[in-house]
């Protein structure tokens, strides 16, 4: 496992952005895909935002944040990024970033092996 640290999430206006970042500690990662979820409230399954392969070659978003947001990865720095843009009221959740070392996207969390601890992100109306 690779240990994952979150960071970028406050509180935007509605229409604003946001940048997140998820650090990993080992250079490995830069072999993992990685994935970020969403949970908006506690107790609620973690919704899939965004996944991108191990060398960027392929991204996939969910419906709900295609056009908007922006999933990308620096190898070099063992960093993945979500650029949230048009935020809106409903994309309100707690933000995790998660790993896992095999080369093909899923969107189900269990398939993931590795989390962030996660970080707030609000958006104002």
């Known amino acids: 496992q690779v240990q994952l640290t979150e960071s970028g999430g406050g509180l935007a206006q509605s229409g604003g952005s946001l940048k997140l970042s998820c650090a990993a500690s080992?250079?490995?990662?830069?072999?993992?895909?990685m994935a970020w979820f969403r949970r908006q409230a506690p107790g609620e399954e973690q919704e899939f935002v965004a996944?991108?392969?191990?060398?960027?070659?392929?991204?996939h978003y969910a419906d709900s944040v295609k056009g908007r947001f922006t999933i990308s990865r620096d190898s070099a720095v063992s960093t993945g990024y979500l650029l949230m843009n048009n935020l809106k009221p409903e994309d309100t959740a707690y933000y995790y970033c998660a790993a896992r070392p095999y080369t093909i996207i899923t969107t189900r969390p269990q398939h993931y092996n590795s989390w962030g601890q996660g970080t707030q992100v609000s958006v104002s109306s």
């Open positions: 996944a991108i392969t191990w060398n960027g070659g392929m991204t």
């Open positions: 080992m250079r490995t990662f830069s072999t993992y895909t």
